[in-house]
């Protein structure tokens, strides 16, 4: 079980937006920043936003990152086919001393 | 442009040893933290283990404290991970990825990863 719990799926339409959830604990999400990742099938993950809501060049304005208290959140707007990918949420625990991921998010666009 | 080039994984038995490395280019490795990641077969991603820019501090998951070292030369741009006393369940992709400064403990580039089968 994952310190960092995300929903296990998340699905919409096209055009449609859609949010991932990524929730931890005061001494992870809570203390320090939250990074996303996308992982396209077959293929190494890629970072997608740091920092909470920092988009680093390249990436798409579509995707937007969010935090509050100990939850955090990614949006993609406008859903297209290529949206299709587990996305991951990651952040440094500072009681564990270790950089603990979420379980991952497989997105479908229906 | 920044590249990440892992290599030394292969098929080994249980118990015994082997070390993984990351050839890095087009940034200023020295000045980048680095870590590995891993991912078993059809699961999620698993930081493994991290390395400060000089090299002076190294930070462990438990599934791996004790049985891997992480190590780096920054006067070859290269990262190590020397997994000792391999167990079935290390059996993954491996990447790494470089942590710039400043980058709230981001990944920002990923190698294409190497593969790891603990098997006898």
């Known amino acids: 079980q994952s310190v960092l719990t995300q929903p296990p799926s998340a699905s919409g339409a096209p055009g449609q937006r859609v949010t991932i959830s990524c929730s931890g604990s005061?001494?992870?999400?809570?203390?320090?920043?939250v990074n996303w990742y996308q992982q396209l099938p077959r293929t190494a993950p890629q970072l997608l936003i740091s920092?909470?809501?920092h988009r680093p060049s390249g990436v798409s304005d579509r995707f937007s990152g969010s935090k509050s208290g100990t939850s955090a959140s990614l949006a993609i707007s406008g859903l297209r086919s290529e949206d299709e990918a587990v996305y991951y949420c990651?952040?440094?625990?500072?009681?564990?001393?270790?950089?603990?991921f979420g379980g991952g998010t497989r997105l479908t666009v229906l | 442009q920044v590249q990440l080039v892992e290599s030394g994984g292969g098929v080994v038995q249980p118990g015994r040893s082997l070390r993984l490395s990351c050839a890095a280019s087009?940034?200023?490795?020295?000045?980048?933290?680095m870590h590995w990641v891993r991912q078993a077969p059809g699961k999620g991603l698993e930081w493994v283990a991290f390395?400060?820019?000089?090299?002076?501090?190294?930070f462990y998951a438990d599934s791996v404290w004790g049985r891997f070292t992480i190590s780096r030369d920054n006067s070859k741009n290269t990262l190590f991970l020397q997994m000792n006393n391999l167990r079935a369940d290390d059996t993954a992709i491996y990447y790494c990825?470089?942590?710039?400064?400043?980058?709230?403990?981001?990944?920002?580039?990923w190698g294409q990863g190497t593969l790891v089968t603990v098997s006898s």
């Open positions: 990825a470089n942590d710039p400064p400043y980058s709230g403990w981001s990944f920002a580039s």
């Open positions: 087009g940034f200023a490795f020295k000045t980048h933290a």
């Open positions: 390395i400060w820019s000089d090299g002076l501090n190294t």
């Open positions: 005061d001494s992870n999400i809570g203390s320090h920043p």
């Open positions: 920092n909470d809501n």
């Open positions: 990651a952040a440094w625990d500072g009681n564990l001393s270790a950089v603990m």
